[in-house]
């Protein structure tokens, strides 16, 4: 009587299935991290920024009881030039008869023009990775995307070559998994550790990540497929083993 066999994969298609999908990993978990960094640092959200960075500097009560007194020294001078934190330098001309609100925007307005526009760096170290939100860095980021993806995309459909039957639903929710589930936890511990300091450049970074919201909560619908996929995958496999067990039962091989 002929004996059957349950098929496995060899060990190589195996272990290459297992390299790439690591390799995949990364690269996918690096492309998820470059299209945040691409969101944040699009034009409109570092707009919003600097407005609330201009907000937070112009909330010093000693500058704002002192502002008269600036501006009747801007009305003398127009000359005089004051400068601002994070190393925004305006001429008195410019603001000597703006209301304080005004000036504000005045301060929003230089900040996004000099450093995001003109490129040039913040004299503030406290700004973190605010400070490197400028054009040019923007267009590397969309320039470097496309490539990435095609790596990520060659690693997956060498993962999809070498991963064996069901394997290859499996193999494709495990590693988009692994890429995208760190992302998630590490946003979630940052959101609730800025929302309990809930000051200064606190406030600003909480306004950046509520701006990338909609990408993490899509980021999160890609994770329950995945998850799905997965389960899909694992049934499947314990379908078709219980199908080939019953085949044989039937006969007389067991």
Not at 162 to 182: H, M, R
Not at 230 to 245: H, P, R
């Amino acid at each position: 009587m002929g004996k059957f066999k349950f098929s496995q994969p060899s060990y190589w298609r195996c272990n290459l299935k297992w390299i790439l999908g690591i390799i995949f990993t990364l690269f996918l978990a690096f492309l998820l991290l470059l299209n945040l960094a691409i969101k944040m640092s699009a034009p409109q959200i570092v707009e919003k920024t600097y407005s609330q960075l201009a907000n937070q500097i112009l909330t010093n009560q000693e500058f704002k009881n002192n502002y008269l007194q600036i501006q009747a020294k801007a009305q003398e001078d127009p000359h005089w030039i004051i400068e601002m934190p994070p190393g925004i330098k305006i001429q008195a001309q410019e603001f000597n008869y703006l209301s304080y609100e005004e000036f504000q925007d005045l301060l929003a307005q230089k900040a996004y023009q000099e450093f995001y526009q003109e490129n040039k760096k913040p004299k503030d170290n406290n700004l973190g990775i605010i400070s490197y939100f400028n054009s040019k860095n923007h267009k590397i980021l969309r320039s470097i995307f496309p490539i990435f993806t095609i790596v990520a995309l060659i690693l997956l459909l060498g993962v999809l070559i070498f991963a064996y039957g069901w394997d290859k639903l499996s193999a494709l929710g495990q590693f988009t998994v692994l890429a995208i589930l760190p992302i998630i936890i590490v946003y979630n511990e940052l959101s609730t550790a800025l929302y309990q300091k809930g000051e200064g450049v606190a406030l600003i970074y909480q306004l950046i990540l509520s701006e990338i919201q909609p990408t993490i909560n899509l980021y999160k619908i890609f994770l329950y497929i995945s998850l799905a996929i997965i389960a899909l995958g694992l049934v499947s496999f314990i379908f078709k083993k219980y199908l080939f067990s019953r085949k044989l039962n039937k006969k007389g091989v067991l």
